[in-house]
């Protein structure tokens, strides 16, 4: 069964603490992006990644990180230097290359209190 | 950057009513989805549409390319349609495929 995982579905964290959320994704896409949702928002791209070991800032990526060491993983760490963590986090992936339809995993909730 | 409109932002529709949802873009595009978003987050992808129409059960799309808007169609609509809708492109020149996101528009379908 093909598809994107994201764990954990609800995050909770101290101010301070980074912590890291997961994606994972069989679905054989070289492709893979992080993107923020905010209350009664669009979506905006944090980071993304087009082939292994090798990544992009997207337009809101100060006080995040990602890695990229193999095909169906990108984990994507929310540090304390980021300002507003409490956000909707939702990982995407394409097969690459010319056509970019992307699919979405089921997100996680982070909340920072 | 390319700008994404969506419109109306909100719209409340009786059971079996029809709807028409408006995304405009301000550059020519690569790429542009049409998304439902469910209460609980998930985004599904009910079409890629870059430009030309396409049907599926009772939504159907639209996308003029050369005029830069997409109109989705949801016909006899049920309640299970509530959610919001989003229209993302990805401009001509944008950076390798990442999409730009409409605000959404919220539809709530009463019984």
């Known amino acids: 069964d093909g598809g994107i995982t994201q764990s954990p579905k609800y995050l909770f964290r101290k101010e301070g603490q980074n912590v890291t959320l997961s994606c994972e994704q069989n679905l054989n896409h070289d492709a893979m992006y992080w993107y923020r949702q905010d209350p009664g928002q669009g979506l905006r791209l944090i980071y993304y990644?087009?082939?292994?070991?090798?990544?992009q800032k997207g337009d809101i990526a100060e006080g995040y990180s990602v890695s990229r060491e193999k095909k169906e993983s990108f984990p994507l760490t929310v540090t304390s230097a980021q300002k507003n963590p409490t956000a909707f986090y939702l990982c995407?992936?394409?097969?690459?290359?010319?056509?970019?339809?992307?699919?979405f995993g089921p997100g996680t909730r982070l909340t920072v209190t | 950057g390319i700008q994404v409109e969506q419109s109306p932002p909100d719209l409340i529709l009786q059971e079996g009513a029809n709807s028409t949802l408006r995304c405009n873009f301000s550059?020519?595009?690569?790429?542009l989805q049409w998304f439902h978003q469910n209460p609980w987050g998930q985004l599904i992808n009910l079409f890629y549409i870059p430009s030309g129409t396409k049907q599926n059960g009772r939504l159907s799309a639209t996308t003029v390319a050369t005029e830069r808007y997409s109109l989705l169609y949801i016909s006899s609509s049920q309640t299970t349609d509530s959610g919001v809708y989003f229209c993302?492109?990805?401009?001509?020149?944008?950076?390798?495929?990442?999409?730009?996101f409409g605000k959404g528009t919220k539809l709530s379908v009463k019984p």
């Open positions: 990644s087009q082939i292994v070991n090798d990544f």
């Open positions: 550059d020519s595009v690569n790429n």
């Open positions: 993302a492109v990805d401009a001509n020149g944008g950076s390798q495929g990442n999409l730009i």
């Open positions: 995407a992936s394409s097969i690459g290359g010319t056509r970019h339809e992307q699919y």
